[in-house]
């Protein structure tokens, strides 16, 4: 068998490997971002169906392939496993096989496949319950501080920071704009601040990535935040619209099952009394960041200044 060979295949195996390993973090995702708004332990007990209380076996707790073999359906009382749980261990395997091709056999893969799955848990338990944990953010920014010491001890890490003031003085930006946004908010506009758990996220995701990552990670993150909301207040506004509307078959539905749905709607999302969740687009900039750093810097200084920059390359 030619070397070659063997390296096409230890490739395959360890982005195969990458997939799994990232599908089995994203089952302990599900867990965490569930758990930690109720400050339950994510050790014991065992999962449990949210509908019937009952344990779940591990052979009905095999991320992604349990839930299609129960086709969405709890063994014990029948009624539908959330989506959310699959999703999430598919976007945490995925990204964890992007980092695996993106960065390869070097130290910077586990810490940011660590990253990506702190930035699953912060997503989904800010989308699902407005906060961001701080059990994420609280050790995050050390080992983000931390990680820029190492990646000035070791170049060859491929670590994104590789000096630690430059990591400081992201954390400081990041945490001080929206500590700063926030009291502003509650001075001038006389609203309440929208919390520190975006400023302390921002701070982690500055100390990962230093200032320019900060910067990036701001702009990005509030592009794809503004671009979202704006769809999502057009759609709360379309379909607030469509309820105020007289509905004639409404009397016409007599079975179960019709009332059984609309009893469903209530754990939609809505968007009375609440700031828009920013969590989520702070880690996709980060993630952009995280996988694309460089290239969007030199995208950016090309776009604002002469074209210096001819050759521009994305992976
Ligand atoms: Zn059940």
Redesign the pocket.
């Known amino acids: 068998m030619p070397s070659s060979d063997i390296l096409a295949t230890l490739h395959t195996f360890s982005m195969a490997l990458s997939f799994i390993l990232g599908c089995l973090v994203g089952s302990f995702c599900n867990v965490c971002a569930s758990r930690w708004p109720a400050g339950e332990s994510v050790v014991s007990p065992r999962s449990r169906?949210p509908?019937?209380r009952?344990a779940i076996a591990w052979y009905d707790n095999i991320p992604l392939i349990s839930w299609l073999i129960l086709g969405a359906k709890?063994r014990?009382?029948g009624?539908s496993i959330s989506w959310q749980y699959p999703l999430v261990e598919a976007l945490t395997g995925l990204l964890f096989m992007l980092v695996f091709l993106r960065f390869g056999y070097v130290a910077a893969t586990p810490v940011y496949m660590a990253l990506c799955a702190a930035l699953v848990i912060v997503t989904f338990q800010d989308l699902a319950d407005w906060t961001i944990p701080n059990e994420i953010t609280f050790p995050g920014i050390p080992i983000g501080l931390a990680l820029a010491l190492v990646g000035m001890v070791y170049p060859d890490s491929m670590l994104r920071v590789t000096d630690p003031i430059n990591a400081v003085i992201g954390m400081a930006l990041g945490g001080g704009f929206l500590y700063a946004l926030d009291r502003v908010t509650v001075l001038l506009l006389k609203k309440p601040g929208m919390g520190f758990g975006d400023a302390k996220l921002l701070a982690m995701l500055g100390a990962f990535f230093g200032w320019k990552g900060f910067l990036l990670i701001l702009m990005l993150g509030a592009i794809t935040g503004s671009i979202v909301g704006g769809l999502m207040i057009a759609y709360f506004r379309f379909r607030g619209e469509k309820e105020e509307s007289p509905a004639p078959e409404a009397d016409e539905a007599t079975d179960d099952e019709s009332g059984e749905e609309a009893a469903g709607s209530d754990d939609e999302i809505t968007l009375e009394g609440h700031y828009l969740p920013f969590g989520p687009y702070l880690a996709l900039g980060g993630l952009l960041y995280m996988f694309f750093g460089p290239e969007l810097i030199d995208w950016w200084l090309g776009l604002t200044s002469a074209p210096i920059n001819g050759g521009m390359t994305l992976m």
């Open positions: 169906c509908k019937c009952n709890c014990h009382c009624k």
